[in-house]
């Protein structure tokens, strides 16, 4: 798998952002930066977290206004409701300029 840079880096003034850095959000951000939408068994398992592990960071996430998670019904109209993931466009800004700072802060600017 290839991953790009994040959308609009180049462009973003760094911010270094505490909520993102946190390891474990820095990876759900990324995959959504990456993939766009994602469901939230998928992030789990990409991780490797429990779901409360899970749950916990996506709170945090969306207290911050930088994600929003819409239920929908199952695949093939099941009854279960599956969790997705995005990023808002608050959360896409502030990714662009956490990775921005993390770029300044290797090249040692």
Partial sequence: MTVSEPRGTDAAEPVFDETIHAPVRLRI???LDTYGTVRFDTLRDTI????ATCSKHLKT???HGYVTLDKRAGDGGK???VTWVKFTKEG???FCSHVAALRAIVAGR
């Fill in 48 to 51: 490797g977290v429990s779901d």
């Fill in 92 to 94: 896409e800004a502030a």
């Fill in 29 to 31: 951000c990324g995959l």
């Fill in 61 to 63: 996430l969306v207290d």
């Fill in 79 to 81: 009854a279960y409701k």
